[in-house]
């Protein structure tokens, strides 16, 4: 059980472009989603934090009109990055809490973005 | 701000060998701890986790044990499998951020036959 997915799992587009990352918890409500980026050999940086229905609250450093959440349902969050340029390709990673509470997140496999 | 320091992997060990990943952590108040693991392919997933000082997390064969007095949430495992290998993460909630994961930078763990 606890399962959340991420579509598409590697996407490559062209500088410019915007691209959308979908989180999909697929066996329970996911209250609250988190977005992390991840570089190659580093750790795991919490992006933002969104909760179905309302705003998504960004940690400091993180441009949000350049990366837009939406938590429209409580079984789907998206990230769309906009305008992307090559200093956004990153592996971005996706995860998710439900009624188990925050100390049970379930993490998604993460996409791989690359921008030419 | 909070930060959390792990060992420098990779980590190559032979099977039966016993295992220990360091991981220390700087945090205002009382944060929870957790170890986190991802095998190849998959998402992270929750491998162990302690609240509150001298707790000791176990799960599948591992243990670590939250010392406050160190600031340290070490993992350990007395005879490793090739079915371990994986990236390990140590992670840390404060006490005030309920579910606000801050991660150290992840140790890969191989082991051979």
């Known amino acids: 059980g606890a399962v959340v997915s991420q579509h598409p799992s590697w996407v490559i587009c062209k500088s410019g472009t915007s691209v959308k990352i979908e989180c999909r918890s697929l066996d329970f409500q996911a209250t609250t989603m988190f977005w992390y980026r991840q570089f190659p050999k580093q750790s795991l940086m919490l992006m933002a934090t969104s909760n179905e229905g309302s705003k998504a609250t960004y940690e400091q450093g993180v441009e949000k009109d350049k990366f837009l959440i939406n938590h429209a349902s409580l079984t789907l969050s998206t990230l769309t990055v906009t305008s992307a340029h090559p200093e956004d390709s990153s592996f971005y990673i996706c995860?998710?809490?439900?009624?188990?509470?925050?100390?049970?997140?379930?993490f998604g496999p993460g996409t791989r973005l690359t921008v030419l | 701000g909070d930060s959390v320091t792990q060992m420098e992997g990779p980590v190559t060990l032979s099977e039966e060998a016993f295992l220990t990943i360091n991981c220390t952590y700087t945090a205002t108040g009382y944060p929870s701890l957790f170890w986190y693991v991802q095998y190849p392919g998959e998402g992270l997933q929750l491998l162990l986790k302690a609240t509150k000082a001298d707790d000791k997390g176990s799960n599948k064969g591992f243990e670590a044990t939250y010392r406050k007095e160190t600031t340290s949430f070490h993992l350990e495992k007395g005879s490793v499998q090739v079915s371990d290998s994986a990236v390990y993460f140590c992670?840390?909630?404060?006490?005030?951020?309920?579910?606000?994961?801050?991660f150290g930078q992840g140790t890969i763990l191989t082991v051979h036959p």
């Open positions: 992670a840390l909630t404060p006490g005030t951020s309920y579910g606000k994961l801050t």
């Open positions: 995860s998710a809490t439900g009624t188990g509470g925050a100390y049970t997140q379930y």
